[in-house]
C-alpha cells in the first residue's frame, strides 16, 4: 500500500513538475513579485500570460498524438532519450517563436523576455546533449527557476528569500520523484539542474547589459 502511494505521489510530482510548465511557473513568480511589473494592467498580464502558455505548453502538447500515431514516440513520457529529440526540436521551434512574438510587442519588459529567451536557450542545449546522452529535462526546468529566483535577488533587489527556500524544496521534490521512478541516473539529475540553472542566470543578464 505504502509502495502503491509513494508511486502515485513521485507521479503527481512529474506532471506537476513538468519542464514545459516552468516558463508559466516562472511567469507567475515574475508577476506575483516583481515591482516593476506592477504598472501593467491586467488585461495586459492576462495577454502576455496566454501567450507564454499557448507557447509553451498548448502548442508542444497538441503535438503529442501526432508524434504517438508516427510511432516516433512509445508514451508520452519518452522514456528512451532518442524519442525525446524531435519533440524537443519542434519545442524548441515553439519556444523562440514565443520569445520573437513577445520581443515583437511594444514596452514588453525586458525581464520576461528575456526569461522565455534563457528558456528557450535551455532547450537548445538539451536538445544538443539529448543527441548523445538522456539528461533530466525535469531537473532543468526546476534549475531554470531556481536560476530566475537567484537572478532577481542578486540584480533586482528581490529580498522574498523564502521562496528561494520553496522553489530549492520544490526542486529536490521533482529530482526526488524521478529517482524514485526510475526515469534518471544522480547525474542526469545535476547536469540537468546546472544546464537550466545557468541558462537562466547567464542569458537574462547577458540581455540587459
Not at 500500500?1 to 509513494?6: A, E, H, I, K, Q
Not at 502538447?61 to 513520457?77: A, H
Request: hydrophobic content about 55%; glycine content about 8%; charged content about 10%.
Amino acid at each position: 500500500m505504502n509502495s502503491r502511494f509513494f508511486h502515485f505521489l513521485a507521479k503527481a510530482i512529474s506532471y506537476l513538475g513538468h519542464p514545459m510548465l516552468m516558463p508559466v511557473y516562472g511567469l507567475t513568480v515574475l508577476f506575483l513579485f516583481l515591482p516593476s511589473l506592477q504598472y501593467l494592467s491586467f488585461q495586459g498580464l492576462k495577454v502576455i500570460f496566454l501567450i507564454v502558455a499557448c507557447g509553451t505548453v498548448l502548442f508542444p502538447l497538441l503535438f503529442v498524438p501526432f508524434y504517438i500515431l508516427q510511432g516516433s514516440i512509445k508514451s508520452v513520457e519518452m522514456n528512451d532519450r532518442k524519442e525525446r529529440i524531435f519533440p524537443l526540436l519542434i519545442t524548441f521551434i515553439f519556444y523562440f517563436s514565443t520569445w520573437y512574438f513577445l520581443y515583437r510587442i511594444p514596452n514588453m519588459p525586458l525581464i520576461i523576455t528575456g526569461f522565455i529567451m534563457a528558456s528557450t536557450v535551455s532547450v537548445f542545449f538539451a536538445l544538443l546533449i539529448t543527441t548523445f546522452w538522456k539528461i533530466s529535462l525535469h531537473a532543468m526546468g526546476a534549475g531554470g527557476l531556481i536560476g530566475l529566483i537567484m537572478y532577481l535577488l542578486l540584480f533586482l533587489s528581490f529580498g522574498d528569500y523564502k521562496v528561494m527556500v520553496l522553489v530549492l524544496l520544490i526542486a529536490g521534490l521533482i529530482g526526488s520523484a524521478r529517482l524514485y521512478l526510475k526515469k534518471h541516473e544522480p547525474a542526469e539529475l545535476y547536469a540537468g539542474y546546472m544546464l537550466g540553472f545557468l541558462s537562466v542566470f547567464i542569458t537574462i543578464p547577458a540581455i540587459y547589459f
